[in-house]
Nanobody, 121 residues
Framework: QVQLVESGGGLVQAGGSLRLSCAAS????????MGWFRQAPGKEREFVAA????????YYADFVKGRFTISRDNAKNSVTLQMNSVKPEDTAVYYC??????????????WGRGTQVTVSS
């Protein structure tokens, strides 16, 4: 069982930066690939970024490449999403997820409750 808690969301102006964090419980964090997803009002949840268990491989959705960076610290049981050059269309609830297999799909075993990110124009 893995419990995930996101933090760091808030209101930011377009062009600014925000850093999201996800804290995971349990001793087996390093066994899980981690992903970030987002869901805007009236839209389906979508993949943002993912990172392998070791942190050596990362994946990004095309719309965040070059702007967002995912990283993890297995010693601290945490994963972060550094968001730079944010746009109003990045406004959404951002979710952290964990699964034994790294994937860009939605079939992750464990999910956090999300943190709201609002980008003003």
């Amino acid at each position: 069982q893995v419990q995930l808690v996101e933090s760091g969301g808030g209101l930011v102006q377009a062009g600014g930066s925000l850093r999201l964090s996800c804290a995971a419980s349990g001793r087996t964090f390093s066994r899980y690939a981690m992903g970030w997803f987002r869901q805007a009002p009236g839209k389906e949840r979508e993949f943002v970024a993912a990172i392998s268990q070791s942190g050596g491989t990362t994946y990004y959705a095309d719309f965040v490449k070059g702007r967002f960076t995912i990283s993890r610290d297995n010693a601290k049981n945490s994963v972060t999403l550094q968001m730079n050059s944010v746009k109003p269309e990045d406004t959404a609830v951002y979710y952290c997820a964990a699964d034994p297999r790294v994937s860009t799909g939605l079939l992750y075993d464990y999910w956090g409750r999300g943190t709201q990110v609002t980008v003003s124009s």
